[in-house]
C-alpha cells in the first residue's frame, strides 16, 4: 500500500511516497480503496507544521473510495459500498485508508467517487458558513473572497440557491469568469474592494462576509460590512490576521466577527450526516456543480501544495492514487 508520508514538517518536499503492508481495519472501523482523496489548505498547514501532527503521519484527511473490508461491529456499511469523509488526520493520501466508520457518509447514486471527494470538505465548509454561522436569507447581499476558489465557487452557489446574491473578490480575469459562472452578480479585483462593494449596495453594505483569504482582506471585509453585519473569517490563505482591538467593531458598526472551523460543525453524527447529506444530494440533484481543478499522482503531492499555495488554482484538487 503506497501513501503520501511527513516524516518531518517543512515543505512540500517534506511529502515523500512510503509503502507498508497495511493493516486489517479494527472494531467500529473500515478499510476503503481510495479513488481520489482531496487537497487542502488544511494538509498544508499540517505539513509544515502551523498546525502541529504526531509524526510521521499519511498526509491528507478528506477522500473518497469502494470499501474494501469492515471491522468488527460494523454493521451499516459493507465491502463494495462508496463512501466519503472529510477531517479525518491520516487517511487521505493513500491506496487504502482505514476510517472510523462514524466518520464516512454513503456516496449517493449517481455521484461519482471523485465528485465525493471533491465536494466533502470544502462543500460542507460552505453549507455551514450560509447555512450556520450566518444564515443567508432571500435578499441578503453576501461579499465572497477568493470567489473562483475551492470554497468560494461552492459558496456562492449556496447562497444563490438561498435566494441571497454575491459579490466576489478574484485576482485574474479567468477566475472572474469562473465566479461569475457560478452565480456572482460582481465580481471585483482586490484593490479598493470595499469601497466598491459600498458603491454596489447603495452605500449600505453586505449582511455577511465571508473571508478565507486573512491578512490582505481583513480591514476591507469589515469596511464592507452593513451595521450589525457579520464577518465569518473562515481561513488565512494570504497569512493570518495579527491582533485586533475589538473597539473596531463597536466603531465601525456594532460589528460580528467570528472563526469558525469545520470540527465545530460537523462535531456530532447527526450533524455531519445533514450537512454530507445536503451536499451530496446538491450535487446529485444537479444545482451543485463541483469544478475539479486539478488531478495529481499520489508522487506529485508537493507539486499539488505548491500550486494551491501559491494561488494557481481553481475549483478542487485531488489525487488519484491509480
Ligand atoms: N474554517 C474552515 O472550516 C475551513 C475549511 C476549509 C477551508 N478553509 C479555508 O478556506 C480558505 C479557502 O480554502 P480552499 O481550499 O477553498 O482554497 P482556494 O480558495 O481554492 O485557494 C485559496 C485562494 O485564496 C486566494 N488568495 C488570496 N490571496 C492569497 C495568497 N496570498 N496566497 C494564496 N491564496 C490567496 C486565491 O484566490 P485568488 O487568486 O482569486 O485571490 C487562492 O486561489 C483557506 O484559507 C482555507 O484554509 C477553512
Redesign the pocket.
Known amino acids: 500500500m503506497t501513501s503520501v508520508i511527513v516524516r518531518e514538517h517543512g515543505g512540500p518536499q517534506q511529502l515523500v511516497l512510503g509503502d507498508d503492508p497495511g493493516r486489517a481495519p479494527g472494531t467500529g472501523e473500515i478499510a476503503v480503496l481510495v479513488a481520489a482523496a482531496g487537497v487542502?489548505?488544511?494538509d498544508i498547514?499540517q505539513r509544515s507544521g502551523a498546525y502541529p501532527m504526531q509524526l510521521p503521519f499519511v498526509a491528507g484527511s478528506e477522500a473518497a473510495g469502494t470499501v474494501e473490508s469492515v471491522g468488527a461491529g460494523v454493521t451499516d456499511v459493507a465491502a463494495g459500498d462508496h463512501v466519503a469523509w472529510a477531517m479525518v488526520a491520516g487517511s487521505g493520501y493513500t491506496e487504502r485508508a482505514i476510517v472510523p466508520v462514524d466518520r464516512v457518509v454513503p456516496v449517493p447514486d449517481g455521484v461519482g467517487d471523485e465528485v465525493a471527494a471533491a465536494v466533502m470538505?470544502?462543500g460542507m465548509?460552505a453549507h455551514?458558513l450560509c447555512e450556520a454561522t450566518y444564515a443567508v436569507q432571500p435578499g441578503d447581499v453576501a461579499l465572497v473572497?477568493?470567489?473562483?476558489?475551492?470554497?468560494?465557487l461552492l459558496l456562492t452557489q449556496m447562497i444563490v440557491h438561498r435566494g441571497g446574491r454575491v459579490i466576489s473578490?478574484?485576482?485574474?480575469p479567468e477566475?472572474a469568469e469562473l465566479s461569475r459562472d457560478a452565480g456572482a452578480s460582481d465580481v471585483l479585483d482586490?484593490g479598493g474592494f470595499a469601497e466598491r462593494v459600498r458603491e454596489l449596495t447603495d452605500g449600505e453594505g453586505v449582511a455577511v462576509a465571508y473571508d478565507?483569504?486573512?491578512q490582505?482582506?481583513f480591514e476591507g471585509s469589515l469596511d464592507s460590512l452593513r451595521p450589525r453585519g457579520v464577518l465569518a473569517l473562515?481561513?488565512?490563505?494570504?497569512?493570518p490576521v495579527p491582533a485586533f482591538d475589538p473597539q473596531v467593531l463597536n466603531s465601525k458598526g456594532s460589528l460580528f466577527l467570528t472563526?469558525?472551523?469545520?470540527?465545530h460543525?460537523t462535531a456530532d453524527r447527526a450533524e455531519l450526516v445533514h450537512r454530507a447529506g445536503e451536499v451530496l444530494d446538491g450535487v446529485a440533484r444537479g444545482w451543485l456543480d463541483v469544478r475539479i481543478?486539478g488531478r495529481y499522482p499520489l508522487a506529485e503531492a508537493a507539486r499539488a501544495h505548491e500550486d494551491?499555495?501559491?494561488?494557481?488554482?481553481?475549483?478542487?484538487l485531488l489525487l488519484i492514487p491509480s
Open positions: 487542502n489548505f488544511i498547514y470538505l470544502q465548509t455551514y473572497h477568493a470567489g473562483a476558489g475551492g470554497v468560494g473578490t478574484v485576482s485574474t477566475k482586490y478565507g483569504v486573512g490582505a482582506t473562515f481561513g488565512a490563505a494570504s497569512g472563526r469558525p472551523t469545520l470540527g460543525y481543478g494551491l499555495a501559491a494561488r494557481r488554482t481553481t475549483g478542487k
